[in-house]
Protein backbone atom coordinates (compact mmCIF):
# COMPACT_ATOMS: atom_id res chain seq x y z
CA UNK A 1 0.00 0.00 0.00
CA UNK A 2 0.95 3.26 -1.16
CA UNK A 3 0.28 5.99 2.06
CA UNK A 4 0.54 9.72 1.11
CA UNK A 5 0.15 12.22 3.94
CA UNK A 6 -1.44 15.80 3.78
CA UNK A 7 0.71 18.90 4.82
CA UNK A 8 -1.57 19.27 8.04
CA UNK A 9 -0.88 15.51 9.17
CA UNK A 10 2.61 15.69 8.98
CA UNK A 11 2.27 18.80 11.24
CA UNK A 12 -0.10 17.17 13.19
CA UNK A 13 2.28 14.30 13.97
CA UNK A 14 5.36 16.17 14.78
CA UNK A 15 2.89 19.10 17.23
CA UNK A 16 2.12 15.91 19.21
CA UNK A 17 5.63 14.08 19.16
CA UNK A 18 4.51 11.26 17.71
CA UNK A 19 6.95 10.77 14.60
CA UNK A 20 8.49 7.43 16.15
CA UNK A 21 5.27 6.24 16.84
CA UNK A 22 4.31 6.68 13.41
CA UNK A 23 7.45 5.15 11.58
CA UNK A 24 7.19 2.16 13.74
CA UNK A 25 4.11 1.58 12.50
CA UNK A 26 4.49 1.76 8.72
CA UNK A 27 7.46 0.05 9.53
CA UNK A 28 5.82 -3.14 11.45
CA UNK A 29 3.09 -2.86 8.69
CA UNK A 30 5.25 -2.54 5.71
CA UNK A 31 3.46 0.28 4.27
CA UNK A 32 5.31 2.57 1.56
CA UNK A 33 4.74 6.58 2.73
CA UNK A 34 5.57 8.45 -0.48
CA UNK A 35 6.30 12.48 0.37
CA UNK A 36 5.27 14.98 -2.14
CA UNK A 37 8.02 17.95 -2.82
CA UNK A 38 4.72 20.56 -2.37
CA UNK A 39 4.45 19.32 1.03
CA UNK A 40 8.33 19.73 2.43
CA UNK A 41 7.40 23.46 0.92
CA UNK A 42 4.51 24.34 2.43
CA UNK A 43 6.18 22.47 6.20
CA UNK A 44 9.22 24.79 5.18
CA UNK A 45 7.16 27.79 5.58
CA UNK A 46 6.39 26.97 9.42
CA UNK A 47 7.11 30.02 11.00
CA UNK A 48 7.41 28.11 14.34
CA UNK A 49 11.24 27.02 14.19
CA UNK A 50 11.11 24.08 16.83
CA UNK A 51 8.01 22.83 14.32
CA UNK A 52 9.19 23.19 11.27
CA UNK A 53 12.96 21.24 12.18
CA UNK A 54 10.97 18.48 13.48
CA UNK A 55 8.19 18.28 10.85
CA UNK A 56 10.87 18.40 8.20
CA UNK A 57 13.31 15.88 9.95
CA UNK A 58 10.10 13.63 10.14
CA UNK A 59 8.83 13.88 6.21
CA UNK A 60 12.37 13.64 5.09
CA UNK A 61 12.87 10.52 6.84
CA UNK A 62 14.93 8.22 4.15
CA UNK A 63 11.85 5.22 4.62
CA UNK A 64 10.07 7.17 2.87
CA UNK A 65 9.92 7.65 -0.95
CA UNK A 66 10.19 10.97 -2.37
CA UNK A 67 8.24 11.83 -5.47
CA UNK A 68 8.84 13.44 -8.65
CA UNK A 69 7.32 17.11 -8.25
CA UNK A 70 3.97 17.61 -9.93
CA UNK A 71 5.84 19.48 -12.64
CA UNK A 72 8.12 16.66 -13.22
CA UNK A 73 5.41 14.30 -13.32
CA UNK A 74 3.05 16.20 -15.46
CA UNK A 75 5.58 16.75 -18.31
CA UNK A 76 6.94 12.82 -18.38
CA UNK A 77 2.86 12.44 -18.83
CA UNK A 78 3.09 14.88 -21.43
CA UNK A 79 5.96 13.50 -23.27
CA UNK A 80 5.04 10.17 -23.50
CA UNK A 81 1.59 11.67 -24.96
CA UNK A 82 3.99 13.77 -27.58
CA UNK A 83 5.79 10.39 -28.26
CA UNK A 84 2.59 8.22 -29.50
CA UNK A 85 1.22 11.52 -31.13
CA UNK A 86 4.25 13.31 -32.82
CA UNK A 87 7.69 11.11 -32.43
CA UNK A 88 9.06 13.64 -34.60
CA UNK A 89 9.37 16.28 -31.98
CA UNK A 90 11.34 13.61 -29.82
CA UNK A 91 15.72 14.52 -29.17
CA UNK A 92 17.20 12.02 -31.17
CA UNK A 93 19.39 11.80 -27.93
CA UNK A 94 17.60 12.59 -24.92
CA UNK A 95 19.47 15.02 -22.26
CA UNK A 96 19.49 12.36 -19.81
CA UNK A 97 22.52 13.98 -18.04
CA UNK A 98 20.22 17.13 -17.73
CA UNK A 99 17.22 15.45 -17.17
CA UNK A 100 19.18 13.23 -13.78
CA UNK A 101 20.56 16.71 -12.47
CA UNK A 102 17.48 18.63 -12.08
CA UNK A 103 15.56 14.74 -10.68
CA UNK A 104 18.79 15.21 -8.21
CA UNK A 105 18.04 18.46 -6.95
CA UNK A 106 14.51 17.82 -5.95
CA UNK A 107 15.36 14.00 -4.95
CA UNK A 108 18.06 15.04 -2.99
CA UNK A 109 19.41 18.20 -2.65
CA UNK A 110 16.24 20.44 -1.40
CA UNK A 111 15.58 18.01 0.89
CA UNK A 112 19.34 18.18 2.24
CA UNK A 113 18.63 21.66 2.42
CA UNK A 114 15.05 21.50 3.93
CA UNK A 115 16.90 19.09 7.01
CA UNK A 116 19.47 21.50 7.95
CA UNK A 117 16.88 24.02 8.12
CA UNK A 118 18.62 26.45 5.50
CA UNK A 119 17.88 29.77 5.05
CA UNK A 120 17.81 29.98 1.08
CA UNK A 121 15.45 27.12 0.99
CA UNK A 122 13.09 28.24 3.81
CA UNK A 123 12.98 31.52 1.91
CA UNK A 124 12.11 29.82 -1.95
CA UNK A 125 9.46 28.16 -0.09
CA UNK A 126 8.19 31.07 0.96
CA UNK A 127 8.30 33.20 -2.19
CA UNK A 128 7.08 30.03 -4.29
CA UNK A 129 3.85 30.28 -2.56
CA UNK A 130 2.91 33.56 -2.89
CA UNK A 131 3.62 33.23 -6.52
CA UNK A 132 1.45 30.50 -6.46
CA UNK A 133 -1.04 31.68 -4.67
CA UNK A 134 -1.96 34.95 -6.16
CA UNK A 135 -1.98 32.80 -9.77
CA UNK A 136 -4.69 30.51 -8.61
CA UNK A 137 -6.63 33.29 -6.03
CA UNK A 138 -6.61 35.74 -9.07
CA UNK A 139 -7.35 33.34 -11.58
CA UNK A 140 -10.53 32.00 -9.42
CA UNK A 141 -12.09 34.92 -8.45
CA UNK A 142 -12.09 36.00 -12.31
CA UNK A 143 -13.45 32.28 -12.99
CA UNK A 144 -16.03 33.33 -10.27
CA UNK A 145 -16.85 36.42 -11.48
CA UNK A 146 -17.43 35.14 -14.92
CA UNK A 147 -19.80 31.95 -14.10
CA UNK A 148 -21.72 33.80 -11.65
CA UNK A 149 -22.85 36.16 -14.84
CA UNK A 150 -23.60 33.25 -16.89
CA UNK A 151 -25.61 31.41 -14.19
CA UNK A 152 -23.01 28.32 -14.26
CA UNK A 153 -22.17 28.72 -10.08
CA UNK A 154 -24.15 26.30 -8.19
CA UNK A 155 -23.52 23.86 -5.03
CA UNK A 156 -21.49 21.11 -4.93
CA UNK A 157 -23.62 18.49 -5.79
CA UNK A 158 -24.79 19.72 -9.07
CA UNK A 159 -20.94 21.25 -9.86
CA UNK A 160 -20.34 17.47 -9.66
CA UNK A 161 -22.96 16.16 -11.80
CA UNK A 162 -21.68 18.97 -14.59
CA UNK A 163 -17.90 17.37 -14.36
CA UNK A 164 -19.21 14.39 -16.48
CA UNK A 165 -18.81 15.19 -20.76
CA UNK A 166 -18.42 19.24 -19.86
CA UNK A 167 -17.79 20.82 -22.79
CA UNK A 168 -16.45 24.73 -23.01
CA UNK A 169 -15.30 27.07 -26.18
CA UNK A 170 -13.32 29.97 -25.63
CA UNK A 171 -14.64 33.54 -24.66
CA UNK A 172 -15.45 35.79 -27.67
CA UNK A 173 -12.40 37.52 -26.59
CA UNK A 174 -10.17 34.71 -26.40
CA UNK A 175 -11.18 33.24 -29.49
CA UNK A 176 -8.22 34.28 -31.81
CA UNK A 177 -5.80 33.48 -28.98
CA UNK A 178 -7.20 29.78 -28.68
CA UNK A 179 -7.27 29.38 -32.62
CA UNK A 180 -3.60 30.39 -33.09
CA UNK A 181 -3.13 27.53 -30.16
CA UNK A 182 -4.63 24.99 -32.45
CA UNK A 183 -8.49 25.37 -31.49
CA UNK A 184 -11.13 24.70 -34.51
CA UNK A 185 -13.60 27.61 -34.66
CA UNK A 186 -17.00 26.37 -34.03
CA UNK A 187 -16.40 23.71 -32.03
CA UNK A 188 -16.75 22.50 -28.18
CA UNK A 189 -13.97 20.81 -26.50
CA UNK A 190 -14.33 19.09 -22.87
CA UNK A 191 -13.74 22.22 -20.57
CA UNK A 192 -10.70 20.86 -18.75
CA UNK A 193 -8.62 20.91 -21.82
CA UNK A 194 -9.15 24.49 -22.16
CA UNK A 195 -7.53 25.32 -19.34
CA UNK A 196 -4.80 22.75 -19.42
CA UNK A 197 -3.81 24.63 -22.88
CA UNK A 198 -3.26 27.57 -20.60
CA UNK A 199 -1.41 26.37 -17.97
CA UNK A 200 0.83 24.00 -20.54
CA UNK A 201 1.51 27.16 -22.73
CA UNK A 202 2.11 29.53 -20.10
CA UNK A 203 4.69 26.34 -18.16
CA UNK A 204 5.98 25.69 -21.83
CA UNK A 205 6.55 29.02 -23.25
CA UNK A 206 6.03 31.77 -21.25
CA UNK A 207 8.28 30.70 -18.38
CA UNK A 208 11.18 32.82 -17.49
CA UNK A 209 14.29 30.77 -19.12
CA UNK A 210 16.81 29.99 -18.26
CA UNK A 211 14.85 29.18 -14.64
CA UNK A 212 15.38 31.20 -12.40
CA UNK A 213 16.73 29.07 -9.34
CA UNK A 214 19.46 26.10 -9.96
CA UNK A 215 17.93 24.55 -6.75
CA UNK A 216 14.68 24.30 -8.25
CA UNK A 217 14.24 22.82 -11.67
CA UNK A 218 10.75 22.31 -12.02
CA UNK A 219 9.69 24.68 -14.68
CA UNK A 220 8.07 23.13 -17.47
CA UNK A 221 10.19 23.53 -19.94
CA UNK A 222 13.41 22.54 -18.08
CA UNK A 223 11.93 19.16 -17.79
CA UNK A 224 10.23 19.23 -21.10
CA UNK A 225 13.40 20.02 -23.27
CA UNK A 226 15.14 16.95 -22.04
CA UNK A 227 13.22 14.89 -23.96
CA UNK A 228 11.09 16.78 -26.71
CA UNK A 229 12.54 19.58 -29.01
CA UNK A 230 11.21 22.55 -27.85
CA UNK A 231 11.99 24.57 -30.54
CA UNK A 232 10.27 22.62 -32.91
CA UNK A 233 7.04 22.36 -30.99
CA UNK A 234 7.24 25.96 -30.17
CA UNK A 235 7.14 26.51 -33.78
CA UNK A 236 4.39 24.73 -34.27
CA UNK A 237 2.29 25.86 -31.35
CA UNK A 238 -0.90 25.36 -33.07
CA UNK A 239 -0.24 21.70 -33.94
CA UNK A 240 0.47 21.15 -30.40
CA UNK A 241 -2.39 22.62 -28.68
CA UNK A 242 -4.94 20.69 -31.55
CA UNK A 243 -3.35 17.81 -30.22
CA UNK A 244 -4.03 18.72 -26.59
CA UNK A 245 -7.31 19.65 -26.86
CA UNK A 246 -8.34 16.84 -29.27
CA UNK A 247 -6.25 13.72 -29.48
CA UNK A 248 -4.14 13.24 -26.02
CA UNK A 249 -5.85 10.85 -24.18
CA UNK A 250 -7.29 12.14 -20.50
CA UNK A 251 -6.63 9.21 -18.72
CA UNK A 252 -2.72 9.70 -19.92
CA UNK A 253 -2.76 13.11 -18.57
CA UNK A 254 -4.92 12.64 -15.48
CA UNK A 255 -3.18 15.17 -13.51
CA UNK A 256 -4.01 18.16 -15.89
CA UNK A 257 -7.90 16.70 -15.54
CA UNK A 258 -6.94 16.94 -11.89
CA UNK A 259 -6.05 20.33 -11.45
CA UNK A 260 -9.59 21.68 -13.31
CA UNK A 261 -12.01 19.28 -12.01
CA UNK A 262 -10.52 20.20 -8.24
CA UNK A 263 -10.97 23.56 -8.96
CA UNK A 264 -14.11 23.37 -10.00
CA UNK A 265 -15.37 22.25 -7.20
CA UNK A 266 -13.23 24.36 -5.13
CA UNK A 267 -15.51 27.05 -6.34
CA UNK A 268 -18.41 25.45 -5.01
CA UNK A 269 -17.54 24.92 -1.37
CA UNK A 270 -14.85 27.10 -0.60
CA UNK A 271 -12.20 29.78 -1.51
CA UNK A 272 -9.38 30.84 0.39
CA UNK A 273 -5.37 31.35 0.48
CA UNK A 274 -5.21 27.25 0.46
CA UNK A 275 -6.42 26.06 -2.83
CA UNK A 276 -3.62 26.32 -4.25
CA UNK A 277 -1.52 24.18 -2.10
CA UNK A 278 -4.37 22.03 -2.18
CA UNK A 279 -4.24 21.70 -5.93
CA UNK A 280 -0.48 21.53 -6.26
CA UNK A 281 -1.24 17.91 -3.47
CA UNK A 282 -3.91 16.90 -5.46
CA UNK A 283 -1.63 15.97 -8.64
CA UNK A 284 -0.01 13.59 -6.21
CA UNK A 285 -2.80 11.47 -5.61
CA UNK A 286 -2.22 9.41 -8.67
CA UNK A 287 1.15 8.37 -7.02
CA UNK A 288 -0.59 6.91 -3.76
CA UNK A 289 -3.04 4.39 -2.80
CA UNK A 290 -4.31 5.93 0.44
CA UNK A 291 -4.40 9.43 1.18
CA UNK A 292 -5.00 10.83 5.11
CA UNK A 293 -6.27 14.40 5.40
CA UNK A 294 -7.33 16.45 8.17
CA UNK A 295 -9.02 18.79 6.47
CA UNK A 296 -12.86 18.10 6.26
CA UNK A 297 -13.58 20.32 3.28
CA UNK A 298 -10.37 18.56 0.85
CA UNK A 299 -11.43 15.24 1.90
CA UNK A 300 -14.90 15.80 0.77
CA UNK A 301 -13.99 17.28 -2.45
CA UNK A 302 -11.28 14.46 -3.46
CA UNK A 303 -14.62 12.11 -2.67
CA UNK A 304 -16.95 13.85 -4.93
CA UNK A 305 -14.86 13.91 -7.93
CA UNK A 306 -13.20 10.40 -6.87
CA UNK A 307 -15.82 8.49 -9.44
CA UNK A 308 -15.30 11.00 -12.32
CA UNK A 309 -11.46 10.80 -12.77
CA UNK A 310 -9.87 9.19 -15.76
CA UNK A 311 -7.91 7.26 -14.09
CA UNK A 312 -8.16 5.82 -10.04
CA UNK A 313 -6.37 8.08 -7.49
CA UNK A 314 -5.60 7.75 -3.71
CA UNK A 315 -8.80 7.12 -1.74
CA UNK A 316 -9.43 10.42 0.39
CA UNK A 317 -9.45 9.56 3.90
CA UNK A 318 -10.44 11.74 6.63
CA UNK A 319 -7.79 11.88 9.97
CA UNK A 320 -9.63 13.14 13.34
CA UNK A 321 -6.41 15.55 14.40
CA UNK A 322 -7.81 15.38 17.94
CA UNK A 323 -7.62 11.48 18.26
CA UNK A 324 -5.27 9.09 18.55
CA UNK A 325 -3.32 9.69 15.78
CA UNK A 326 -1.28 6.45 15.17
CA UNK A 327 -3.96 4.06 16.14
CA UNK A 328 -6.39 5.77 13.90
CA UNK A 329 -4.04 5.77 10.76
CA UNK A 330 -4.02 1.75 11.45
CA UNK A 331 -7.54 1.38 11.98
CA UNK A 332 -8.51 3.16 8.69
CA UNK A 333 -5.69 1.24 6.77
CA UNK A 334 -7.85 -1.90 7.82
CA UNK A 335 -11.16 -0.42 6.60
CA UNK A 336 -9.00 0.64 3.61
CA UNK A 337 -8.23 -2.52 2.66
CA UNK A 338 -11.21 -4.49 3.65
Known amino acids: MRMLLDTNVWSHLSRQGLGEEFYRLIKRRSVNVVTAPASLLELLRTPQGPLRRESVKLIGRSRWTRLPTEAESEVRELVAEVARLRKGWLLSEPLRGRYAALASDWRHGIWRAARRD ?3 VIDYAKRHAVEARAGISQ ?22 VCIDGTIGFPRPEDESWFQSQGWRPGTHVEAWRLEALQHIHQGLF ?3 RPYAEPTTGSAYADWFETFVDLDAVSAERAEF ?3 LLYEMAASAIPR ?12 AVKKSSGNAVDAQLSTYLYDADLFFTSDKIFQKLLESIYPKSPIPFAVPVYLNPAGNLCSDIEELMEDAVQ
Open 256 to 267: AWMRWALGLVQH
Open 118 to 120: DAS
Open 206 to 208: MAK
Open 241 to 243: GEL
Open 139 to 160: HQREQSARWRDEGFLRGLADTV
